[in-house]
T-cell receptor, first 112, second 111 residues
Framework: DADVTQTPRNRITKTGKRIMLECSQT?????MYWYRQDPGLGLQLIYY???????NKGEISDGYSVSRQAQAKFSLSLESAIPNQTALYFC???????????FGPGTRLTVL | RKEVEQDPGPFNVPEGATVAFNCTYS??????FFWYRQDCRKEPKLLMS???SGNEDGRFTAQLNRASQYISLLIRDSKLSDSATYLC????????????FGAGTRLFVKA
């Protein structure tokens, strides 16, 4: 079984809709992250959390919110989706003693 | 200017070739450095960390030059399976935490 899972894997929605992307991990890591990837731009950090009570904005947090429901779960919400939020979204985890980040398989979101 | 810049791709090389990727970073507070590999439509995965003394893992060699703020990845004896996008990644600690991913360099290895 995958250590980091994301649901849904693909989603098509309309402008103005509320969308939630979910991430679960079985690695036992405290640190979790949400990124988006656009062609030619690399991964951009949206939000990150170093433990259940810790939430931090990344470089592109506008239009997004997150919830860290448990150590293993970190969800990303788009309160009112817009077309320029069409992208590939990745969740990742890491251990504070190790800089490696482990990524989920990604969620491909299309906002029409 | 992007904080982490990589060679524009794609690189098209024959099997067996040696190929080098370059990466520059702009933040002098950068502390740790990595190369990740990303296959098409897949998640990035750590290829190797990059140390000041340079490090090698099989056919892959990574180098770091802190003075020039430059990182490199050398792939020797390229295989078809090396075809992927290679991401240069930098961790910066300046009060807060920041991991910065380069846009990636695409490699195609052809038979």
């Amino acid at each position: 079984d995958a250590d980091v899972t994301q649901t849904p894997r693909n989603r098509i929605t309309k402008t103005g809709k509320r969308i939630m992307l979910e991430c679960s991990q079985t690695k036992g890591h405290d640190r979790m992250y949400w990124y988006r990837q656009d062609p030619g731009l690399g991964l951009q950090l949206i939000y990150y959390s170093f433990d259940v009570k810790d939430i931090n904005k990344g470089e592109i947090s506008d239009g997004y919110s997150v919830s860290r429901q448990a150590q293993a779960k970190f969800s990303l919400s788009l309160e009112s989706a817009i077309p320029n939020q069409t992208a590939l979204y990745f969740c990742a985890t890491s251990d504070p003693t190790d800089h490696e980040q482990f990524f989920g398989p990604g969620t491909r979101l299309t906002v029409l | 200017r992007k904080e982490v810049e990589q060679d524009p791709g794609p690189f098209n090389v024959p099997e067996g070739a040696t190929v080098a990727f370059n990466c520059t970073y702009s933040n002098s507070a950068s502390q740790s450095f990595f190369w990740y590999r990303q296959d098409c439509r897949k998640e990035p995965k750590l290829l190797m960390s990059v140390y000041s003394s340079g490090n090698e893992d099989g056919r892959f060699t990574a180098q770091l030059n802190r003075a020039s703020q430059y990182i490199s990845l050398l792939i020797r004896d390229s295989k078809l399976s090396d075809s992927a996008t290679y991401l240069c990644v930098v961790n910066v600690r300046t009060g807060g935490f920041k991991t910065i991913f380069g846009a990636g360099t695409r490699l195609f290895v052809k038979a």
